[in-house]
Nanobody, 127 residues
Framework: QLQLVESGGALVHPGGSLRLSCVTS????????IAWFRQAPGQERDEVSC????????YYPYFAEGRFTISRDNAQNTVYLQMNDLKPEDTAVYYC????????????????????WGKGTQVTVSS
């Protein structure tokens, strides 16, 4: 089964940037998409971005559009999340997750479609 390991979380000042990495290992041919999610204390886990493995098409919710960029490096088996102009409300544990569900449009993925998860990396935005 595919394994996911996140890294890159840190303490950063408001307005700063971070790049998170999600390294995948194991068989990936059955997977169609990888997404980043985040969960702040006492809150539900929200999707941050999603990328289709094959087409490279991407999705961002409104709060990430224009600030976050998801990308993949197939040679390095890594998916990245570049986060710019970070705000205190971006503070959360960030997880990457992979899905074996095929969705024709990357916007159609739901959290329940993702069955393989990493352990997360902490991002704290504070002055």
């Amino acid at each position: 089964q595919l394994q996911l390991v996140e890294s890159g979380g840190a303490l950063v000042h408001p307005g700063g940037s971070l790049r998170l990495s999600c390294v995948t290992s194991g068989p990936s041919s059955d997977y169609y998409a990888i997404a980043w999610f985040r969960q702040a204390p006492g809150q539900e886990r929200d999707e941050v971005s999603c990328i289709n493995f094959r087409s490279g098409s991407t999705y961002y919710p409104y709060f990430a559009e224009g600030r976050f960029t998801i990308s993949r490096d197939n040679a390095q088996n890594t998916v990245y999340l570049q986060m710019n102009d970070l705000k205190p409300e971006d503070t959360a544990v960030y997880y990457c997750a992979a899905s074996r569900q095929f969705r024709q449009d990357v916007r159609w993925y739901r959290q329940s479609d993702f069955d393989t998860w990493g352990k997360g990396t902490q991002v704290t935005v504070s002055s």
